[in-house]
């Protein structure tokens, strides 16, 4: 089986194909008419060979979340020092995989192509672009990472054991002993707001991700380059760009990567921003909702009050006209949000009060469109 997986593959298949049948797609037919040449010298060989392709395809594929058999990022797997250091080692790990699916593609083409005497003909190299790997990259695997991160607050990877830890429903036997190195969110609801006000927002608890995999004396170095990676901005702290990333970006990286079926959800107060917070689909419950209104959305509600006062007596003694300008306009945007958060809380109310359930077996498609415009991108899921 491995030897024909590997004929298959080879530059072989499309010159015999394209004489058998000279067309541009080949039926069961066509195929059937292959002329197999098992040649017991090379079988061994080509056997192997095919064995070891197989396992570097897979290795690379399990790198991702969205394989069954993922265990964790490859970044963290590499445990090198400081962030920086694992990323340039898993580029270098991805760099020797694709060189060795090259070379091993190449060794089979020069086989087959001496067992067909097709030397005149063909040649075994096989161009880099055809190397169908996943390559490493900065800006995605660092995307990739700070997603990784968000599953292990939402309890469903951890940092100490490998695979998939908690994908159940209803938040079920979910077992908080499970998450000691880096403990799971006790609720499953992570705020992605533009400003710092939860202290368990998503920004706050990738700091503590970073310390809890690299230590607390290289935080500031992982920041800064995980903040670089994500395209930051010469005026920002890295603390600024990741919250950015995450208020505004992340959620559309995580729908593109699971093809418009999120397992988390963004509730969203709307275009202001004003509340944001994402839920693990498998941890929400009946009380999710009134526990994410009445943890956040109501003290939310007090806190941008306090603000308000606070930027009206700012600006009351204030003499600088550019910073009353400038402080104006914050209490503008803020009052915006205000009435934003107002709305979404009274419908946030009225969700919570019916206790919607889901059913997963109904899938996100049709469980997503239980919550009406609370959540984001509700057409682009439902449709």
């Given at each position: 089986r491995s030897y024909l997986l590997a004929l298959l593959n080879s530059?072989?298949?499309?010159?015999?194909?394209?004489?058998i049948s000279p067309t541009l797609n080949f039926q069961s037919g066509d195929i059937s008419k292959f002329p197999v040449i098992m040649n017991k010298d090379i079988l061994d060989v080509i056997n192997q060979s095919s064995l070891n392709l197989l396992s570097i395809g897979r290795i690379n594929w399990d790198s991702y979340e969205i394989s069954w058999d993922f265990s964790e990022s490859p970044i963290i797997r590499t445990n090198q020092p400081t962030l920086e250091q694992a990323f340039n080692t898993w580029q270098q790990q991805n760099a020797n995989a694709v060189a060795?699916?090259?070379?091993?593609?190449?060794?089979?083409?020069?086989?087959?192509?001496?067992?067909?005497?097709?030397?005149?003909?063909?040649?075994?190299d096989v161009p880099d672009e055809q190397i169908t790997l996943t390559r490493a990259d900065r800006e995605k695997d660092s995307q990739r990472l700070?997603?990784?991160?968000?599953?292990?607050?939402?309890g469903r990877y951890?940092?100490?054991?490998?695979g998939l830890i908690y994908a159940h429903a209803?938040?079920?036997?979910?077992?908080?002993?499970?998450?000691?190195?880096?403990?799971?969110?006790?609720?499953?609801?992570?705020?992605?707001?533009?400003?710092?006000?939860?202290?368990?927002?998503?920004?706050?608890?990738?700091?503590e991700f970073l310390t809890a995999v690299w230590g607390k004396d290289t935080l500031d170095t992982n920041?800064?380059?995980?903040?670089?990676?994500?395209?930051?901005?010469?005026?920002?702290?890295?603390?600024?760009?990741?919250?950015?990333?995450l208020a505004s970006k992340f959620y559309k990286d995580h729908m593109q990567t699971y093809k418009k079926r999120p397992i988390y959800w963004l509730f969203s107060s709307g275009k202001q921003g004003a509340f944001q917070a994402l839920v693990y689909l498998h941890r929400y419950n009946e009380s999710t909702l009134a526990r994410m209104r009445t943890e956040y959305v109501m003290p939310l509600i007090s806190k941008m009050a306090a603000m308000v006062n606070s930027l009206q007596s700012e600006i009351e003694n204030s003499d600088s006209a550019a910073e009353i300008k400038?402080?104006?306009?914050?209490?503008q945007n803020l009052h915006k949000q205000q009435a934003e958060l107002s709305s979404f809380e009274e419908k946030l109310r009225h969700y919570a009060d019916?206790?919607?359930?889901?059913?997963?077996?109904?899938?996100?498609?049709?469980?997503?469109g239980k919550f009406g415009d609370l959540l984001a991108e509700v057409k682009a899921v439902t449709g």
């Open positions: 530059k072989i298949l499309p010159k015999i194909l394209g004489a060795e699916m090259k070379r091993l593609e190449e060794e089979n083409n020069k086989l087959f192509i001496e067992a067909y005497g097709l030397q005149d003909e063909l040649t075994p700070v997603s990784y991160a968000l599953g292990c607050m939402m951890s940092l100490d054991e490998p209803g938040n079920q036997d979910f077992d908080a002993s499970r998450y000691q190195k880096f403990p799971a969110d006790a609720d499953g609801i992570i705020p992605l707001t533009e400003m710092h006000w939860f202290e368990d927002d998503a920004t706050h608890r990738i700091q920041m800064q380059w995980l903040a670089e990676s994500l395209d930051k901005k010469a005026n920002e702290t890295a603390e600024d760009t990741i919250r950015r990333y400038r402080k104006e306009k914050e209490l019916q206790r919607i359930s889901l059913d997963l077996d109904d899938g996100v498609k049709v469980n997503y």
